[in-house]
C-alpha cells in the first residue's frame, strides 16, 4: 500500500474515531441532562404527593377515635329524639382542649398540600385531590361551627352545635379510599413520567 494511501486512510480513521466519539459525548450528555430535568421535575411532585397524602391521614387518624365511638357516646341527642333524628348535639366542652383547633388545622393543611398536588400536576389528579379535600372540609364542619360561634360568644369553650353526623363514619372511610385511589393515581403519573 502506498504510503500517501494509508496516511489518508489513517486520517480518515481518525476523523471518524474523533466524529464518533464526540456524538457518544453528547448523547451521554443529552442522556444526563434528561435525567436531571426529570429529577428535577420528579421530585418536587413526589414531595406535594406525600404532604398531600401525610395530611390526610393525620386528619383521618386524629378524626377516628371521635367518628367510630366518640361521636355517639360523648354527643348528647335532644330528649325524646332517639333513634328518630340523627341530629347530635356537640359540646365543645365534651372534647379535650386543643381537640377542635387540631382537627381544623389538619384539614387546613390537607386543603394546602392539595393545592401544591394541583399546582405541580399533572391536571388528571385533581378530582382525587378535591374528593379528599371536600370530604376533610365536611369532616370538620361542625368543630369549624363550633370555632365561629365560640369567637362570638362570651362563653368561650362552651358553645354547643347541632350537626348531623350520622354520615361521618361513611365519610371517614370514603376518605381512606380517596387517598388510596390519588397515591395509585399519583404513583403511575410518575412512573409514565419516567418512561417518557
Known sequence: MDAGIAAVLGAAVG?????????TSRSLAKMQMR??????????????????SSAVAALHDHLQ???????VLD???????????????????????????RAIELADEVSRSGRHV???GPAHLEPFVTKATELS????APFRIMQSFNRLSDNVGDSIV?????????????????????????????DREVAT
Do not use: M, N
Open 162 to 190: 347541632a350537626y348531623d353526623t350520622s354520615a361521618f363514619p361513611d365519610k371517614l372511610k370514603q376518605l381512606e379510599r380517596s387517598v388510596r385511589d390519588f397515591l395509585l393515581q399519583a404513583s403511575t403519573a410518575l
Open 118 to 120: 394541583i399546582l405541580d
Open 35 to 52: 435525567v436531571e430535568s426529570l429529577r428535577e421535575r420528579r421530585e418536587p411532585r413526589r414531595s406535594s404527593y406525600d404532604a398531600f
Open 137 to 140: 372540609g365536611e369532616l370538620v
Open 15 to 23: 476523523t471518524l474515531g474523533t466524529i464518533v466519539t464526540g456524538w
Open 75 to 101: 354527643s348528647s341527642r335532644a330528649p325524646g329524639t332517639e333513634g328518630a333524628d340523627p341530629v347530635s348535639y356537640l359540646l365543645s366542652s365534651e372534647f379535650k382542649e386543643g381537640y377542635i383547633p
Open 65 to 71: 377515635p371521635w367518628v367510630t365511638f366518640g361521636r
